[in-house]
């Protein structure tokens, strides 16, 4: 019959062996969350520079006389959709 001592000794081997593949696996799992939301963010600030980029190179098109009023108002419209 095991004594009180062997039983605990199990239990914490058992333990320490479940959190020694735990951790790890944890860890690895952040890290991984972390880099999607990373990549989003910098994704979402792109889109954003490159509508703002849009907008700008329409005004300067707009200001050379490159294309008419009704066009630019047009062309506005379909980039701020």
């Known amino acids: 019959m095991p004594w009180f001592g062997q039983t605990w000794t199990a239990w914490s081997m058992g333990l320490s062996m479940l959190l020694s593949w735990l951790v790890p696996l944890v860890i690895i799992g952040l890290l991984i969350y972390l880099a999607v939301l990373w990549s989003r963010d910098r994704r979402l ?23 008419s009023t009704e066009d630019y108002h047009r062309m506005r419209e379909e980039l701020n959709k």
């Open 45 to 67: 600030l792109t889109v954003g520079a490159k509508h703002q980029d849009a907008l700008s190179i329409l005004k300067e098109r707009y200001a050379r006389g490159e294309i």
